[in-house]
């Protein structure tokens, strides 16, 4: 039986030469499509010294654009960490009506353009949108200051947390619960001391992808903002601005810091994966 499943592994086994020439087309995609880019952030980001780089960093509309993206992923990320939660817990431990269409909800932003969510944001709360003219009798303003970038970024980053839990509440049932529950725990002290437990490395691993997506945004940010300098700019549109300036050194040098959040993130997300591959669902055994 051994030596069968031996000879069976063997043959589904691709020559040594081929398995090489896979590595090597991925590694070159890799350098050429991922390293290559953010290296060249970097060198131009320095291009002209550290002194011009900090001094890049430190223009004023620059500082309101990196405090703006704090701002914005300081607010959007708790309430999306939230939205995950509830939906992820409704979606596997209830049987409802509609269960289907709440799955559906949860992809849509993955389906839309974060433009056409951004439109959408327009459409509802601009000056002749639904909304608009109630807004504006009760000095409300959504668009263009900071409560509009906000829902925009929320809708945009809202499937991840919930993505990543879902399917790791789904493998694990009910029965630790329901066991707690017998034993007389309530749904709080079940709740803290049963599922929190058993799903907190997925729920870190989905906020940090949920934070890193939210603060490079783009495209719902920039319908909504309306690139006000020093007021509604975040990190990813300062560099556009600056791009568009020809300022391309100062571009690079805003840009780098989104690399850098980048670069952290996938160090976070590696470490994740590999000391609680387990606990997300067995992710470390698929990548």
Not at 28 to 47: D, Q
Not at 255 to 269: E, H, M, N, R, Y
Request: glycine fraction near 8%; proline fraction near 4%.
């Amino acid at each position: 039986m051994a030596a069968s499943q031996l000879r069976t592994d063997s043959a589904l086994q691709e020559p040594r030469w081929v398995q090489w020439l896979l590595i090597g087309v991925a590694v070159v995609l890799m350098a050429a499509l991922v390293l290559l880019p953010l290296a060249v952030v970097l060198v131009e980001a320095l291009s002209a010294g550290v002194r011009a780089y900090l001094a890049a960093i430190n223009e004023p509309d620059t500082r309101a654009a990196i405090w703006l993206t704090l701002t914005v992923a300081a607010l959007a990320v708790p309430l999306n960490a939230f939205f995950g939660l509830t939906t992820a817990w409704a979606v596997t431990k209830f049987e409802f009506r509609g269960k289907r269409v709440l799955m559906a909800l949860v992809d849509l932003p993955f389906a839309i353009s974060p433009v056409v969510s951004g439109l959408v944001l327009v459409l509802l709360f601009g000056a002749h949108g639904w909304f608009g003219a109630w807004l504006q009798q009760h000095d409300i303003q959504i668009l263009f200051a900071t409560p509009g970038i906000v829902l925009a970024t929320v809708f945009v980053t809202f499937p991840f947390v919930a993505r990543e839990l879902i399917p790791l509440m789904q493998s694990q049932g009910r029965d630790e619960e329901e066991a707690a529950a017998s034993l007389g725990a309530g749904g709080w002290s079940v709740f803290w001391r049963v599922t929190l437990p058993n799903i907190k490395w997925a729920l870190l691993y989905g906020v940090l992808l949920c934070n890193a997506r939210a603060m490079g945004e783009f495209g719902a940010v920039s319908v909504v903002s309306g690139h006000i300098r020093g007021l509604t700019n975040t990190l990813p549109l300062q560099v556009e601005i600056l791009h568009g300036e020809f300022q391309f050194q100062a571009a690079f040098a805003v840009a780098s810091l989104l690399t850098l959040l980048a670069l952290v993130t996938l160090v976070l997300k590696a470490w994740l994966e590999h000391r609680h591959g387990d606990a997300l669902g067995g992710r470390s055994a698929r990548h």
